[in-house]
Structures are given as C-alpha cells and as structure tokens.
C-alpha cells in the first residue's frame, strides 16, 4: 500500500495510507489532507489511485504543485516522489511488500511447484560441491533448524528489469528461482555458503550466468557480490 509522509522544515507532522481513490490536498477543512498554512490553496491538489497507480493533479492552485522541485499539471507518482505545496512537502512511499510479493509470483517457484527429480539431482550436486561434505551432510536433509540460524545469511538483489532494488533473503535451505520451460536454477544453503545449480532450462546448455560466465552442470559456491543472471534477470549476491 502506499502512503503520503508530510513534512513541514524535515519533521514529520503525520502520515496518510493510500486506500481511497481520491484524495484532495489543501487549506480548507473538508480535504483529505489538510495543510493549514496561507501559502496552500483551498483545494489546492488531487491523488486518484487506479489500481496499483497513483496521479497527482494540480487544482489551478495559486503557488502551484511541484514534484522533486519541478512545477507539474499532472504527474504519475513514483515511489520517493517528493510533493511540495506551498511550504510543505508530501512524500510518495510504496511500501515493498506488494511489489515484492509480484517478484517472488515471477520469480521465485514454491516448492508446489517444483520438479522434484530435478531438483533432488541440484541439492545433491550441491552436498556434492561443498568440501564440507561427509556422510551426515549427505543424508539430504536440511540442517535443524537451530542449526540453520547459525549459519551465514545472504540475500539477493535485482540489478535489472521491473524489479530493480527488489531483495529477497536466502533464508531457506533451498530457495528455487527462474521460470519454468525457461531456466531454472536452485541456490542451497549449506554449512559452508550458498551454492547456485542449474535446474532445467529451454535449451540443455542454457545454463545460469554467474558473473558472466555460465555455471556448467555442476553446483558453483556463490561469493559476495557475485552478479547471477537468470531468465533474463540479473540479481546481486550478497552475504549479511
């Protein structure tokens, strides 16, 4: 959902949650969000949200409406969009849960989902990977779970595309990402790091890239900052 934060000289005067269609900005008592100060007009802008879209009009108000201190008659808002009426400011926050959970809808396959030979075969390329191995790691069952928690944590960010600045914490023992009859690959978290495997994928050498180089068929441990690129996505890897 996305609010308004208004300002007035950088302190916080209150917040507004974005779950109308209309809201009207100005000096007089029945706006949505009041600004009491002379320089504000009586109805001085509107923001109508259609869906998950927000625009902002001004009301032919006497000082104008400004976006990042730019004049405006009409204006798609964006997330970090910083409205400025007369001496206040008002600023436009997308809250990430809605747009993180689109992400992980295109990206990230649930476990419902997954190809279950394909995907035993990655985990146990990936025990095989890992020179940490011994007969208890190659049982292929996850570490308890208080053992996980002492593990190292990672997370990946979106470098391209819609999702850009979108995070997504490793925070499972497998976390399987791509789309399928595409290319998939699944990242495990073990005991000694994270690795990356390829899954399946539209051609058999369609392989992930990792830092521009594909990863081949075997599990390829994952190091900070390592920059993967999958089903046309690039994604930044890095530890906590």
């Not at 009491?36 to 802008?45: K, L, Y």
């Not at 495997?197 to 369609?206: G, I």
Request: glycine share 8%; hydrophobic share 35%; aromatic share 4%.
């Amino acid at each position: 959902m996305a609010r308004l934060v208004l300002t007035l000289d950088g302190q916080v005067l209150a917040e507004y949650n974005m779950n109308k269609e209309r809201y009207t900005v100005g000096r007089l008592p029945d706006n949505d969000i009041r600004i009491d100060n002379p320089a504000v007009s009586g109805h001085h802008s509107l923001i109508i949200n259609i869906l998950n879209d927000s625009f902002l009009e001004d009301l032919n108000s006497t000082n104008g409406t400004y976006v990042n201190g730019k004049l405006i008659k009409k204006h798609a808002l964006q997330h970090g969009d910083v409205i400025t009426c007369g001496h206040h400011q008002l600023r436009f926050v997308e809250d990430d849960d809605a747009q993180q959970d689109e992400f992980e809808k295109t990206m990230v396959i649930q476990p419902s989902q997954r190809p279950v030979e394909k995907i035993q075969s990655a985990r146990e390329k990936a025990e095989e990977a890992s020179p940490t191995s011994t007969a208890a790691t190659t049982s292929r069952r996850a570490l308890p779970e208080g053992a996980q928690q002492a593990l190292k944590k990672a997370r990946l960010q979106v470098l391209s595309g819609a999702f850009a600045g979108r995070e997504l914490e490793l925070a499972k023992a497998l976390t399987t990402l791509g789309r399928p009859g595409i290319q998939v690959a699944a990242i495990t978290r073990r005991s000694d790091g994270f690795y990356i495997v390829h899954v399946e994928a539209d051609r058999p050498d369609n392989y992930p890239l990792v830092n521009g180089t594909p990863i081949g068929a075997q599990a390829r441990r994952l190091v900070d900052n390592d920059v993967i690129q999958l089903a046309g996505v690039k994604m930044g890897f890095f530890e906590n």
